[in-house]
């Protein structure tokens, strides 16, 4: 079965830092691209950021909200994901998700979505 | 705001057929496919639609999705009580050196 994990939220102070993971199993981790998206409490989804495989030269792209206060990276070896948050804000209080990213081309053009989704890990940022 | 639009909220009845619609732009909807993505109560989003059309395997195929220009469309057949949820759309987005993007989502209500 495929699935992810994540782990490592908790109540944080603002301007503190937070590492969190995701745990991957029942797929080929070393060769998807990876994805966080987050959830503010009664709020829609939002993009976080992606890292690529190690082919794509662990890559990563960041949403504007986060770049410079947010660094993904992986770990092959352990089949893990990691979301560290930096310089914490109230904002940042949200169920972090991470997923998987799946392609497929055909008739010239390829195509992308997300699945599975872990169940999420909620950080909460407050004094 | 979210860079894809959605009504915030959408109903009907049991039996009854739905749609709820998904606006962005040329560098979006307008370049890319479209996902769609139920998020149940107190659950994890779940990949629902994909590639614009493409239902996953376990998808009931009461559940269909199109795209036009830079518009898209989730389309509910036969309503159940179970498909009270949250949809989401999303992108992936050409601009900005490239990112994705969601749109606000979908409060389904099956009344």
């Known amino acids: 079965e495929v699935q992810l994990v994540e782990s490592g939220g908790g109540l944080v102070q603002p301007g503190k830092s937070l590492k969190l993971s995701c745990a991957a199993s029942?797929?080929?981790?070393?060769?998807?691209?990876m994805h966080w998206v987050r959830q503010a409490p009664g709020k829609g989804l939002e993009w976080v950021g992606l890292?690529?495989?190690?082919?794509?030269?662990?890559?990563?792209a960041y949403a504007a909200s986060v770049k410079g206060r947010f660094t993904i990276s992986r770990d092959d070896s352990r089949n893990t994901a990691y979301l560290q948050v930096n310089s914490l804000k109230t904002e940042d209080t949200a169920v972090y998700y991470c997923?998987?990213?799946?392609?497929?081309?055909?008739?010239?053009?390829?195509?992308?979505?997300?699945?599975?989704w872990g169940q999420g890990t909620l950080v909460t940022v407050s004094s | 705001q979210s860079v894809l639009t959605q009504p915030p909220s959408a109903s009907g009845t049991p039996g009854q057929r739905v749609t709820i619609s998904c606006s962005g732009s040329?560098?979006?909807?307008?370049?890319?496919?479209v996902n769609w993505y139920q998020q149940l109560p107190g659950t994890a989003p779940k990949l629902l639609i994909y590639?614009?059309?493409q239902r996953p395997s376990g998808v009931p195929d009461r559940f269909s999705g199109s795209k036009s220009g830079t518009s898209a469309s989730l389309a509910i057949s036969g309503l159940q009580s179970e498909d009270e949820a949250d949809y989401y759309c999303?992108?992936?987005?050409?601009?900005?050196?490239?990112?994705?993007?969601f749109g606000g989502g979908t409060k389904l209500t099956v009344l």
């Open positions: 999303a992108a992936w987005d050409d601009s900005l050196n490239g990112l994705w993007v």
């Open positions: 890292i690529r495989t190690k082919a794509k030269r662990y890559a990563t």
């Open positions: 040329r560098s979006n909807i307008g370049s890319n496919t």
């Open positions: 029942g797929f080929t981790f070393s060769g998807s691209d």
């Open positions: 997923t998987r990213h799946l392609r497929a081309c055909s008739g010239g053009s390829c195509y992308a979505w997300f699945d599975p």
């Open positions: 590639s614009n059309n």
